[in-house]
């Protein structure tokens, strides 16, 4: 397989989500489908659950005349991937035989710039897919991505749980602790969408510390869709357009 990307909006975009992964999963599963990527992965207390779905009209190029399943370290892909240069294209290769993936950084005859090439090894890793049921949502409301960024970044100062009140006239945000607390109040008429089941109230609480994790960059898309239900992980979409998407889950945290 071979994946090629030439556009600097792209592989911002494409850095970013592996920002987000490598806070969630040391390793994450990468399937080269014949007409998509498909990356997958769950941290270790399985609290956050991703999925990432890439259509291969999204890239420059897409090449594999078979499915290509790998698994590398996160943290190393990131790594390498954030040292690419503005002018560079970034080029993923792997050859099916070989235990490695090849990262290539291109630069086109950029007085000053050189052609750099990076080896992952591949991961040797026995691990089912992850089964994400459908299920349909009490709430869903669309918002910016910088403001949920914002909110989560200052929340985050003053606890570690967000608790999220939601109903037909109103959405707040809740944290609290020893050192304060803080709420904020977000008018429906500020939201990009909103749309809730008549009648319903919805009382949750999550992990705020995993919510911000997944709000850490602003890159992937303008605006970010957060979908609850009670008793149910959070949803958290970004659109990556040309039907592609990055999921997040995050679960719920039990009320004692």
Not at 81 to 97: I, P, R
């Amino acid at each position: 397989m071979k994946v090629t990307l030439n556009s600097k909006p792209k592989i911002d975009t494409f850095v970013a989500i592996f920002q987000l992964l490598k806070n969630c999963s040391s390793v994450l599963k990468l399937d080269f489908l014949t007409d998509r990527l498909s990356i997958q992965g769950m941290d270790k207390s399985h609290v956050c659950l991703f999925y990432v779905i890439i259509q291969s009209t999204w890239f420059q190029s897409y090449e594999t005349d078979k499915n290509v399943q790998i698994y590398l370290d996160s943290a190393s892909l990131y790594t390498i991937l954030s040292k690419y240069m503005e002018n560079n294209c970034v080029v993923l290769t792997n050859n099916n035989t070989e235990d490695y993936m090849d990262i290539e950084m291109l630069s086109d005859n950029v007085k000053g710039e050189y052609n750099r090439y990076f080896q992952l090894p591949i991961i040797d890793v026995e691990e089912d897919s992850l089964d994400i049921p459908d299920t349909e949502f009490d709430a869903d409301f669309s918002l910016k991505t910088k403001q949920l960024h914002d909110l989560t970044s200052q929340l985050i100062l003053f606890g570690d749980t967000l608790d999220i009140s939601c109903n037909e006239n109103s959405i707040q945000l809740n944290t609290s602790s020893e050192h304060g607390k803080m709420t904020v109040k977000i008018p429906i008429d500020d939201l990009n969408e909103f749309s809730i089941s008549e009648g319903e109230e919805l009382q949750l609480s999550f992990s705020l510390n995993y919510v911000h994790k997944m709000c850490l960059t602003t890159k992937l898309s303008k605006d970010i869709q957060l979908s609850i239900k009670n008793d149910y992980p959070i949803r958290l979409t970004y659109d990556l357009g040309e039907n592609s998407s990055a999921v997040f889950f995050v679960a719920p945290k039990v009320q004692t």
